[in-house]
Nanobody, 124 residues
């Protein structure tokens, strides 16, 4: 049974940093595509970053390039999203999602397994 559990969200001031974690069970990370999505109130869920395959191929949405870094620890079966230089517009619920054979950057409909989400609020 596939299970994804996010953690690490919270309230941070603009310019601050947070590290989100997605702990996976029931899968082996380097055989799956793991993507971080976010959804702000009144907006569609959007792909933010993704990591896949044995090479650790990554993807970043344009607005987070240079500020967010995705990584994984295969030994801990955990994917991380290090977020720096946070902006108020980064405020959203962040979800991790998993599936096999999905190209990074694909929309939420391509992913069959989801975590419960973690709230990130960037505000002074």
């Amino acid at each position: 049974q596939v299970r994804l559990v996010e953690s690490g969200g919270g309230l941070v001031q603009p310019g601050g940093s947070l590290r989100l974690s997605c702990a996976a069970s029931g899968i082996t990370l380097d055989g799956w595509t793991i993507s971080w999505f976010r959804q702000a109130p009144g907006k569609e869920r959007e792909a933010v970053s993704c990591i896949r395959d044995s090479h650790g191929t990554t993807y970043y949405e344009d607005s987070v390039k240079g500020r967010f870094t995705i990584g994984r620890d295969n030994a801990k079966n955990t994917v991380y999203l290090q977020m720096t230089s946070l902006k108020p517009e980064d405020t959203a619920v962040y979800y991790c999602a998993a599936d096999t054979l999905v190209i990074c950057g694909r929309g939420s409909n391509w992913f069959g397994y989801w975590g419960q989400g973690t709230q990130v609020t960037v505000s002074s």
